[in-house]
């Protein structure tokens, strides 16, 4: 079936470093992408997404762009901020059968110190 | 706006209780998920629903019931608590496959 593989944390970074959080797929066919984050006592939001090959996704600084061919979907940021700390979650949503299905990876903790 | 709305924030129950997790969402959104979520296994998919009257299993459905008798409303129903149901839920909803999923505030569930 689906999944999502993420790579494991804690990732813990000085404030201004570059962020890279690693994120693979498996599915059929051509899933949408999608990168969440929580903040500490928070419910998960949306922080980028893309739905087909190639497209690049951005918001606050973050970009992940969508990579068919090494089924990839790394997170990056050129300089990180102190609140920039939280878990992000890579997901992806399937097509076909489990077209509902949100599947999430199992979360990098991102801890920046000042 | 209210969002997606889940009760309660948090729940002690001894083992072998019943209890009902509460979500309701007031943005007209036909699918609705129910995830749990364990130190480092992420979130898991309990059951998702894409409209009134149609649900479906995820990952890990036993030991829980969901019904959808209407669009804004997706309860989760724990038959017969167990410690292995100690964990976090959160209840989200979207509109369609293309756009984001809108998630509660969670509810921290903790059996003896």
């Known amino acids: 079936g689906d999944s999502v593989t993420q790579m494991e944390g804690p990732v813990t970074l000085s404030e201004e470093a570059f962020l890279t959080i690693n994120c693979t797929y498996t599915a059929t066919g051509y899933p949408s992408l999608f990168w969440y984050v929580q903040y500490p006592g928070e419910g998960l939001q949306l922080l980028l997404k893309a739905t087909k090959a190639d497209d690049k996704g951005s918001n606050k600084g973050f970009e992940a762009t969508y990579r068919k061919e090494t089924t990839s979907f790394h997170l990056e940021k050129g300089s990180v901020q102190v609140s920039d700390s939280a878990v992000y979650f890579c997901?992806?949503?399937?097509?076909?059968?489990?077209?509902?299905?949100?599947?999430f990876g199992t979360g990098t903790l991102l801890a920046v110190q000042p | 706006n209210a969002g997606v709305t889940q009760t309660p924030k948090f729940q002690v129950l001894k083992t072998g209780q019943s209890m009902t997790l509460q979500c309701a969402q007031d943005m007209n959104h036909e699918y609705m998920s129910w995830y749990r979520q364990d130190p480092g296994m992420g979130l898991r998919l309990i059951h998702y629903s894409v409209g009134a009257g149609i649900t479906d299993q995820g990952e890990v459905p036993n030991g829980y019931n969901v019904s959808r008798s209407t669009t804004e409303d997706f309860p989760l129903r724990l038959l017969s608590a167990a410690p292995s149901q100690t964990s976090v839920y959160f209840c989200?909803?979207?509109?369609?496959?293309?756009?984001?999923?809108?998630f509660g505030q969670g509810t921290r569930l903790t059996v003896v």
């Open positions: 997901a992806l949503l399937g097509y076909g059968g489990a077209t509902n299905k949100l599947i």
């Open positions: 989200a909803s979207m509109w369609d496959r293309n756009t984001e999923a809108f």
